[in-house]
DNA sequence: GTCTATAACTCGATAGAC
DNA sequence: GTCTATCGAGTTATAGAC
């Protein structure tokens, strides 16, 4: 059982990562749950609350399940490519905020900064976690290749409605 | 001087590439040249032929351009983080089937199956080039990294705003 | 909390004049 | 080739009943 909250989040992450986000209507996202758009105007007053709220909501979600993955596995980058790896198998869909990003300035920018302190966050936390013999800033270029690998794999295997692309793509990281 | 319909693809594929696909009218896209929404229907008579002449377009502009660097640089992979580094910079937008690519099925089948193409044929131009005394299997490997990484840095360089996150990500690609 | 009803607007697409 | 005019459907968003 969960709320009506959760599953309007629920239902508009889906979709939102699967086609966009000017590509998703309150009205069909109503639909889904059997309800009508003036409900989910309740919830959420303008489209972009309901943006907000899902970025920082996955985002929460991501960095929860990587730390658990982290200590579970004692090799961050490896527990890195496990959680977008997961995203993407588990729902065929791409990263929420790789398909927001994409969108740049075509989405309100209160939601695309959302989505970039997302990233930031995801590259300081890889930043951080690799061996402090190598410099600050080799550690941060390292980050942000990974993030751009994974991000791109993602969005590549999609496409080519194959998700050993990102297996394949991911795997360099790990050498 | 430029005739309507090639000032009609460079102002699509500028701003698809700036907002994506569902975000793109063609009464934006007319008034943006001075003409109305009915003259664009003269010449792409849905919004889907439109795209499908942008993607052919897009990859054959990106395979001239390629192969024209290969041979200047002697170096295929530079080539190609080049290449793909000028569609960055000289325009502030991600690549054309970058955007399509993350919608997914959001946009109509048919373009999504030009999407695919120009990345498999990116793969396989990469996958050619790479010394033969690697096999075949890992050389498609180091070709689908390739691009997943210049994809996914095209994007996160935008999304942060900085044009040097793309140069960083790429860089590893060299090592 | 969910509804009906609707405002105000934009969209893709077409018919037909010039 | 470009236009005016328009259709039918979609969109976000709000007011007010229950």
């Not at 960095?63 to 995203?87: G, M």
């Not at 729902?91 to 989505?115: N, Q, W, Y």
Request: proline content about 2%.
């Amino acid at each position: 059982m969960s709320t009506t909250v959760e599953k309007l989040l629920d239902q508009a992450e889906s979709e939102i990562r699967e086609r966009g986000y000017h590509a998703v209507s309150f009205r069909d996202l109503a639909a889904s749950l059997g309800i009508k758009s003036a409900s989910v105007h309740y919830y959420f007053r303008q489209k972009e609350d309901l943006g907000i709220a899902l970025v920082k909501r996955y985002g929460e979600q991501f960095f929860n399940i990587l730390e658990e993955k982290a200590e579970e596995l004692d090799n961050p980058l490896q527990a890195v490519i496990d959680v977008y790896r997961n995203a993407l198998t588990s729902s065929d869909r791409i990263c929420l905020c790789g398909m927001l990003g994409a969108e740049g300035c075509g989405i309100p920018k209160t939601l695309s900064d959302e989505v970039a302190a997302f990233f930031q966050a995801n590259i300081d936390w890889i930043a951080e976690t690799l061996p402090k013999t190598i410099s600050a800033a080799e550690r941060k270029r390292q980050a942000e290749h990974c993030i751009a690998t994974l991000q791109g794999a993602m969005m590549l295997a999609t496409s080519l409605n194959d998700h050993k692309v990102f297996d394949r793509a991911a795997k360099s990281l790990l050498k």
